[in-house]
């Protein structure tokens, strides 16, 4: 098997994986009652956390055999992955409006990537270190605070995101210059780069599962594989030197796939905005969920009629019942 036909292989498996890891990280936000950032008492909670090392480990390695131009937009299949395996396993439709948003934020992503002109290896200097790792906690503090402060829960689970995105498209970062600079000889030298790198993927992580809670599949997955990549691919065109291919036209052409695909994550923030929260979702209705498990927290309105049995537990911005 040839170099490149093997790190195109181990770019889909990749996919997969995380495909398989943010489906199951679906289900634990949608049945469990606990924590919304670490249900670490869920065992499948768990299988999540090792398909997500898993599509981390087989995405290195892919990058060790191919070009960054090629299994970066190949990583952008996670969400066109994802959906029909969540309709085959575990019963989650996709309408034809979050399809319409996947597919174009996949297609979107993918040119902009394909456009994007790799440089000559080059590390991170220790002052540019530290300002991004100060300049990525405050984009990412702030973009927390804002999803607590939003009142739907859709718009609030793709800040939320949004910000796993942004940690994990860092991370990745710091991988790339963690790995130019690491020597068998001194293991321990870039111990504060492997450090900066556990914490913002372990922060990504735990913001992409709180990602989940009320919003289905579709948008906050999208929104974390589209901002990723254009996060660390941000980084590499003003620190690492990387450009566009094709001069201006490539600039332009970039643009035009950067508006593609934030339509791609507008369509399917509307489809879970406009959808209501107790409707099932149908064979080609708009929408990628079922209805709200027992115990999932849902904006909801006023309940019409008497309900003499219904207990209702309130929460802040969500309400569970049983009747």
Known sequence: MSPLLLSVL??????????????????????????????????????????????????????????????????????????????????????????????????????????????????LADGDRWLLTVCVFGVVTVLFTAAHLVGRSALRSVVLAAA???????????????????????????????????????????????????????????????????????VGLTLFGESFRYGAAGTVAALICGAVAAGGLIQLTLDRMTVPAGAPSASGSEGDAAGPEVRQGVDVGAVPGSRPNLEVEVRSRAVAGRS
Request: glycine fraction near 10%; aromatic fraction near 8%; proline fraction near 6%.
């Open 164 to 234: 796993a995105g942004v940690s994990f498209g860092i991370a990745s970062v710091f991988t790339k210059s963690v790995a130019e600079e690491w020597t068998p000889e001194a293991p321990l030298a870039e111990w504060t780069g492997l450090l900066v790198l556990s914490a913002l993927a372990v922060t990504g992580l735990l913001l992409s599962q709180a990602s989940y809670r009320g919003a289905g599949l579709a948008a906050p997955l999208a929104t974390v594989t589209v901002v990723n990549p254009v996060v660390a691919a941000a």
């Open 10 to 123: 181990l770019a889909l498996v990749s996919a997969v994986a995380y495909a398989a890891a943010a489906i199951v990280q679906e289900r634990v936000a949608a049945s469990a009652a606990g924590p919304r950032y670490a249900p670490l008492r869920t065992p499948v909670w768990w299988v999540s956390v090792l398909l997500n090392g898993l599509g981390a480990a087989l995405h290195v390695a892919a990058l060790a055999y191919g070009p960054l131009s090629l299994v970066q937009p190949l990583g952008a299949l996670t969400i066109v992955f994802a959906l029909p395996m969540a309709a085959l396993f575990v019963g989650r439709r996709a309408g034809q409006r979050a399809w319409r948003g996947a597919l174009m934020a996949t297609v979107g992503l993918a040119g902009l990537l394909s456009l994007t002109d790799g440089a000559e290896p080059r590390s």
